[in-house]
């Protein structure tokens, strides 16, 4: 049995970016230390390697 999930889904970063730059230079190590940048994430490679897999594995038995 085949199973097929269609879906179009949009990540919001905004808040995470306002933290980001309101943090900047405020703290003792550099936001760049960190490296963390949400833009940089390829999330429909999160979503089907990493997130569905592991709802699949530990979530739907």
């Known amino acids: 049995m085949n199973h097929w999930i ?3 889904f ?3 970063d905004t808040n995470t970016e306002i933290l980001r ?3 900047k230079g405020h703290l003792k190590v550099e936001n760049e230390e960190f490296n963390f940048d ?3 994430i390829d ?3 999160y979503m089907m390697n990493t997130h569905i897999p592991g709802l ?3 979530q739907m038995k």
Request: no cysteine.
């Open 56 to 58: 699949i594995k530990y």
């Open 21 to 23: 730059m309101a943090t």
């Open 10 to 12: 949009s990540f919001d």
């Open 38 to 40: 949400p833009t940089s």
């Open 6 to 8: 269609i879906f179009h």
């Open 43 to 45: 999330w429909m490679d």
